[in-house]
Structures are given as C-alpha cells and as structure tokens.
Nanobody
C-alpha cells in the first residue's frame, strides 16, 4: 500500500538547520509532484514547498523562501526538505504529500499524505 514516511524532525535552536526526509513506497514516485506542508498548534495546515516530478521546478511559501530547499531523488524514492536559519515560528508538524499534478500549490488536494514529523525550534 501507499506509504510516505517522514523522518528527520527534532528539537533545535533558532538559527539551526535541519533536513527532513520522506521515503515513498506503494506508488510510482516519479509520476507524482511532491510537497511539504506543516501544521502548527492551533493553526490550519499550510503549504511549505513543492517539487515537480523531474525535480526541475519548485515553489515555496513566502515565509520559507530563501531558507528552505526542497529536492528529490527519484532513484531513492525520497523527497527532502533542507531547512536553514530556523525560527520559532517554523515549529510545527511537517507532512510530506504526493500529488498527480505538475506542482503542489496552495489549495491543492494531494493524493497521499504522510503521518508527519515534529519540528520544534526554541528561541
């Protein structure tokens, strides 16, 4: 069955870096755009970043642009989110998602979701 397994979350200090990974199985990974969303306590889930099937196109939420980088390795069926200069407001559960579209954008409804990984940034 379809699985998206996130890893790499943790507790870090403001200004630190972290890399999230999402390992996919159960579907044709290279046929799906991949993305990351996050949900902070008491807030709605929000779009963070997306990458096209080939990795040639990416898009980011304004709040993370310049600090986060999404990438993918189709041979390893894995998508990554490199996060630098982390801020306390980046604290959230981060979810990996897959969509049968060119890119995932705000308002998209991805086909598959992971279970999430917690990222906590202390000030």
């Amino acid at each position: 069955q379809v699985q998206l397994a996130e890893s790499g979350g943790g507790l870090v200090q403001a200004g630190d870096s972290l890399r999230l990974s999402c390992a996919a199985s159960g579907f044709t990974f290279s046929s799906y755009a991949m993305g990351w969303f996050r949900q902070a306590p008491g807030k709605e889930r929000e779009f963070v970043a997306s990458i096209s099937r080939s990795g040639g196109s990416t898009n980011y939420a304004a709040s993370v642009k310049g600090r986060f980088t999404i990438s993918r390795d189709n041979a390893k069926r894995t998508v990554y989110l490199e996060m630098i200069m982390l801020k306390p407001e980046d604290t959230a559960v981060y979810y990996c998602a897959a969509a049968l579209s060119y890119l995932i954008v705000v308002g998209s409804d991805p086909n598959y979701w992971g279970q999430g990984t917690q990222v906590t940034v202390s000030s």
